[in-house]
């Protein structure tokens, strides 16, 4: 073998660059090679025998674009809910198949329904007049939320699936567009006819990070007269300046409502839904679909928070009032606490009994289900023999909002301890940094 060893230099560099394909992003350019498309496909999780027995599969005669979204939940409620569908609290529910392709916060890429067929994942949407883009599009959903950044292994994945689909569909860049500039609402108390600005979904995707080039400079829809803008997502598409667009795109945007930030600006076609929470001042919560009848949509008052995609429980008002969240399947770190997720000021119990502050989470969707979570906290500080609750927090020792990790595992607040002096050994107290300085 040792006369070979030399060999594979004199294959010409033009063969090799022949194999690669160009990708820039952020100013620095990379490129995958041949190997790492082979890799990328053969590491493909094959979900399509998870799909629910009632989906229909109907094979799509075109194939024009390639819809990219953010599915808005973690990895194992976006793969249970694009393939077994969504279940309403009418009792309503769809037969999945509400995408093509899963790509998970660490990059591995689920197949969830054969590309041939059709999958239900544009809704309501418009591109150049057509309709219902489902039926000539695929779907691909990037696990995260349109307001928070998605990661470099998603985009590195998303550049390879993405490219690969361009070449079986003979797909150029303007033929990829993400789910937020093609769904359009019927009208509603903004807006006097259809228009865009329905979904948010995806409107963070970078595409020159997924190796993209740019969209279409208009939208032709609005162009056209068919649809009314959305002031918003004009500007972050089409607007004048689409770096400053992509900055404000991965900003996180407030959620509190002003002047010239409506509840439509902040949630867009889940203004009205019943996942949505309004948190008025003062504390009173209402849900989407309870606005309508009690305030009013123009009357909301400033500073009322809104809460997207929230579980809504019986207790929900108790859910709010309490400073410990939990991690379910619907509700992430991300839900709770947003960017402030990976702030020291964020403290998660596991279900172990192991603590973390939020820097040492590696990401959003890596904590499990019934973690607890307190944002906007200081401590630990220690009971001791010499030192008491009172000695730590003053007045506020059994206030609702001082939070106790009590050994092995209880996490309570201080209104609901009853008895003081018989505290477990290794308790700890959290205390609101509002309350400090
Ligand atoms: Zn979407």
């Known amino acids: 073998m040792k006369k070979n060893a030399g060999y594979v230099w004199l294959i010409p560099v033009w063969v090799l660059v022949f194999f690669m394909t160009g990708y820039c992003g952020m100013g620095i350019c990379f490129a995958y090679s041949r190997s790492d498309y082979q890799q990328f496909q053969n590491a493909i999780i094959d979900h399509r025998n998870r799909l629910n027995k009632k989906f229909k599969k109907i094979r799509r005669p075109e194939t024009r674009y390639v819809i990219v979204h953010t599915s808005e939940l973690g990895l194992s409620s976006t793969l249970r809910v694009v393939s077994k569908g969504k279940q309403f609290k009418s009792g309503h529910s769809t037969p999945g198949g509400h995408a093509h392709y899963v790509i998970a916060r660490n990059g591995r890429t689920y197949r969830i329904l054969d590309k041939q067929y059709r999958a239900d994942h544009a809704g309501l949407s418009m591109w150049q007049g057509k309709q219902d883009i489902s039926a000539v599009s695929i779907g691909i959903e990037l696990v995260g939320y349109h307001s928070a950044p998605l990661t470099d292994q998603q985009y590195r994945s998303a550049a390879m699936l993405i ?11 303007t033929a990829v567009l993400t789910h937020s500039q093609i769904a359009f609402g019927r009208p509603n108390p903004w807006f ?12 963070n995707f970078d595409r020159a990070r997924a190796g993209l080039g740019p969209t279409l400079g208009f939208d032709p829809d609005v162009r056209n007269g068919r ?10 598409f089409y607007g004048e300046q689409p770096v400053a667009a992509q900055v404000a795109a991965t900003a996180p945007v407030s959620n509190r409502i002003s002047k010239n930030n409506s509840a439509w600006a902040i ?16 504390d009173r919560t209402l849900r989407g679909d309870q606005i309508n009848e009690t305030i009013g949509w123009h009357l909301l008052p400033v500073n009322t928070k809104v809460l997207l995609d929230q579980e809504i429980e019986k207790k929900q008002v108790q859910v709010f009032q309490t400073p410990v969240k939990v991690i379910t399947d619907r509700m992430t770190a991300w839900s709770h606490a947003g960017p402030a997720y990976r ?8 279900p172990s009994g192991r603590i973390f502050t939020g820097s040492r989470i590696p990401d959003w969707d890596d904590l499990p289900k019934k973690t607890r979570l307190i944002v906007g906290y200081q ?33 309570r607040t201080g209104d609901s301890i009853t008895d003081f002096s018989n505290l477990p050994k290794g308790t700890q107290v959290y205390l609101p940094l509002d309350d400090i300085g």
């Open 267 to 282: 949630a867009g076609g889940d203004y009205d839904s019943r996942t949505t929470v309004y948190v008025l001042p003062g």
């Open 379 to 411: 401590g630990p500080f220690h009971i001791t023999d010499a030192v008491t609750p009172y000695g730590i927090a003053g007045q506020k020792y059994k206030d609702p909002g001082t939070v106790y990790y009590l050994p092995p595992g209880h996490v």
């Open 343 to 350: 702030f020291d000021s964020t403290i998660y119990f596991l």
């Open 227 to 236: 649809l009314l803008p959305d002031p918003y997502l004009a500007d972050l």
């Open 192 to 203: 006097p006819k259809d228009h865009r600005g329905r979904k948010r979904c995806a409107k």
């Open 163 to 173: 490219d690969i689909l361009q070449r079986v569909y003979n797909l150029d860049d």
